[in-house]
């Protein structure tokens, strides 16, 4: 298990890496440059977070379980706010119905203020990973990705999907939090009762951590030569 863990932590490396070579290559496309820098820093909190496994494992640093750095949920809990955020405001830029922006504007404000008040005003932020910002966050997300994918279809971006690397981003995290919400709402009544439960969590995160970062990291690289053809363009080749 540790092994995969270290497994995935590669693949957002590498997953960041794609994508700013991705960026790179088409400079124009900051969304998608403000996407990579985000996997990286997503990369480096990981990282971060292997300290408590470090400590677990090390016999020398074992006088670190009764400080500060033997959880992480300080670390997670922020980060979990702030990933979200990033992945709504980076489907959101694809849509241009006026009504639908400004809904998931109030709704990602309204968001933030929740999640903050509840790390505050309840004892989540060092105890456990807060199932409140996850849970409202992955259902305000697969809203937003909805609307995306319903702006396509009424756009003649549906005429050039193959070439639009957000649809790609989009259909491997959607099925991430489509999978993985459940467990966060079921977590905490299982994980002190069946660790078969918890072990089919861990298998199932492992999987679709893997399964995400890597077709992160195949799109970027896929798309990164590849131009864009204009609809004037596809409607000339008939």
Same mark, same amino acid.
């Given at each position: ?22 960026? /790179? ?45 033997? /959880? ?120 002190? /009762? ?45």
């Amino acid at each position: 298990m540790e092994n995969s863990i270290f497994l995935v932590i590669l693949l957002e490396g590498f997953a960041a890496i794609s994508g700013l070579y991705y960026y /790179q290559k088409k400079p124009t496309d900051k969304a998608v440059g403000f996407f990579a820098y985000f996997l990286l820093f997503t990369f480096f909190v990981e990282t971060i977070g292997l300290i408590p496994a470090i400590i677990y494992y090390n016999e020398p640093l074992h006088f670190l379980k009764n400080t500060f750095w033997y /959880q992480n949920y300080w670390l997670y809990n922020p980060y979990l706010i702030i990933s979200f955020t990033v992945y709504i405001l980076f489907f959101k830029r694809n849509i241009s119905n006026r009504k639908v922006d400004e809904f998931i504007n109030k709704g990602l404000g309204l968001y933030i203020i929740i999640c903050i008040a509840n790390l505050i005003f309840s004892d989540v932020f060092l105890k456990s990973n807060s199932a409140v910002t996850y849970i409202l966050g992955s259902f305000l997300l697969v809203g937003v990705i909805f609307c995306y994918y319903f702006e396509i279809l009424l756009s003649p971006k549906i005429l050039n999907i193959k070439r639009e690397i957000s649809f790609f981003i989009s259909f491997p995290a959607l099925l991430y939090f489509l999978c993985t919400t459940p467990i966060m709402i079921f977590y905490k009544y299982f994980t002190t /009762q069946s660790p078969e439960f918890v072990e089919l969590t861990n298998i199932i995160m492992i999987g679709m951590n893997i399964f995400m970062y890597s077709s992160y990291s195949i799109a970027f690289l896929w798309l990164a030569n590849k131009r864009k053809t204009s609809p004037k363009n596809i409607e000339n080749a008939f």
